[in-house]
Structures are given as structure tokens and as C-alpha cells.
């Protein structure tokens, strides 16, 4: 198995704020690489695929870096709508997994 | 409109067996991979098992593998996990989930229908 570390687990932030979270693989995965949000009683939606691609009517406040093992995942000017728990999942190997989550919090 | 939707969750006992289903629409169905995921109640994600868009190549995650056992039929447009020896940490809600291509490594998770909860306990 690839475990995929994520960090921090939470974080405080404001509104117009910057985060940036970061997922560390094992080993490389290349840039398979994807990033999910997940709101309260909702299922997860992907946000940025193979590292760095945003999906479709994803806002660009969100993006995506790295490769090989390190990985982060950045929010600009963050809106009431971004507070939700963000998730990042490796492609390369099988089995896939998921790292463990970062809660972005007010 | 593209979705997904699961049933066959419930309320189950240890030791025994259920079978999950996803319904498929909107798209082209036999084209692209399918997966489930669960999330145990205030947890994370984690996958459970995949296939590829033709059956030809499965795959499943270590803490179910030989218990769990994936399949699809691309003329119901279906999706199915059969779930044997249930055991509480099972107890998750299931998610039905689609990928953007017909393989199920190095891609990502599209689309995702809304769960269905399974429960096990005596």
C-alpha cells in the first residue's frame, strides 16, 4: 500500500484568507494525484485531478502543485462555501488510497 | 441528467452477506470504470474496490479482499458489491462512484452518487 500523509489534519482560517494543504506520498506517484472537498452530509467532489488540472466548474481560486511525493493544495481568497474537509487520493498504485483529511475550519 | 444511485444498504448482522447496487444514467455506462468508496461514520475515505469499463481487469482494497466481490452489467447499466462475512468495521456509508476513463488506475473519482449506509451489528 501507498499511505498517503495529509497535513495539517485541521486548520483555522478566515474568510479571504490563503491555505495550502499538503499530501506526502510514500513513494512517487508521479502526478496521480487528486484532490476532493467534502461539505457536511454531502458526498466528496473532485477538485484538481493528476496534481494540477482544476475540473471543470471548479473556481480557480483552487489549485494544485507538486510531483513525485509532495503535493499541496491551495485556496486563495477563501469563501464561506471553501469550510468543508478536503481529501487527497493517489492513482498510481493499487490499492488506491486516500489521505486522512484536512477539516478547514472558521 | 448524469447520476448515480445506490441502495441495498441496511441493517445487518456479523457473519453475514448483503449485495449493494448502483443505478446507473446519463451516460454511456459500458465506457468508463466504476468503484465504491466508504466512509465510516466521522471518518475518512477508503476504497474499497474497482473495476474496469469491459470487467477485464478488478481490484480491491486489503481490508476486503476475498470477502467483497465487485461486479457490473453494462445492458442494466448496473453496478454491484457483494458483501460477505460482515463484520462491524464495515459499517460505513457506500458510495458508488464513477471515473472519467474506461481504467480503473491513473485516473480519479468523477462522479459520485449520495451513499447508501450499511450497518452491521448483532
Known amino acids: 500500500d501507498i499511505p498517503m500523509t495529509q497535513s495539517p489534519s485541521s486548520l483555522s482560517a478566515s474568510v479571504g484568507d490563503t491555505v495550502t494543504i499538503t499530501c506526502r506520498a510514500s513513494q512517487t506517484i508521479i502526478n496521480y494525484l487528486n484532490w476532493y472537498q467534502q461539505k457536511p452530509g454531502k458526498a466528496p467532489k473532485v477538485l484538481i485531478y493528476?496534481?494540477?488540472n482544476l475540473e471543470s466548474d471548479v473556481p480557480s481560486r483552487f489549485s494544485g502543485s507538486g510531483s513525485g511525493t509532495h503535493f499541496t493544495l491551495t485556496i486563495s481568497n477563501l469563501q464561506p462555501e471553501d469550510f468543508a474537509t478536503y481529501y487527497c487520493q493517489q492513482s498510481f498504485y493499487a490499492p488506491l488510497t486516500f489521505g486522512g483529511g484536512t477539516k478547514v475550519e472558521i | 441528467e448524469v447520476q448515480l444511485v445506490e441502495s441495498g444498504g441496511g441493517l445487518i448482522k456479523p457473519g453475514r452477506s448483503l449485495r449493494l447496487s448502483c443505478a446507473a444514467s446519463?451516460?454511456?455506462?459500458?465506457?468508463?470504470?466504476m468503484h465504491w468508496v466508504r466512509q465510516a461514520p466521522g471518518k475518512g475515505l477508503e476504497w474499497v474496490a474497482g473495476i474496469s469499463y469491459n470487467s477485464n481487469s478488478i481490484g480491491y482494497g486489503d481490508s476486503v479482499k476475498g470477502r467483497f466481490t465487485i461486479s457490473r452489467d453494462n445492458v442494466k447499466e448496473s453496478l454491484d458489491l457483494q458483501m460477505n462475512s460482515l463484520t462491524a468495521a464495515d459499517t460505513a456509508l457506500y458510495y458508488c462512484?464513477?471515473?472519467?476513463?474506461?481504467?480503473?488506475?491513473?485516473?480519479?473519482?468523477?462522479?459520485w452518487g449520495q451513499g447508501t449506509l450499511v450497518t452491521v451489528s448483532s
Open positions: 493528476a496534481a494540477s
Open positions: 446519463g451516460f454511456t455506462f459500458g465506457d468508463f470504470a
Open positions: 462512484v464513477k471515473s472519467p476513463r474506461g481504467s480503473t488506475s491513473l485516473n480519479w473519482f468523477a462522479l
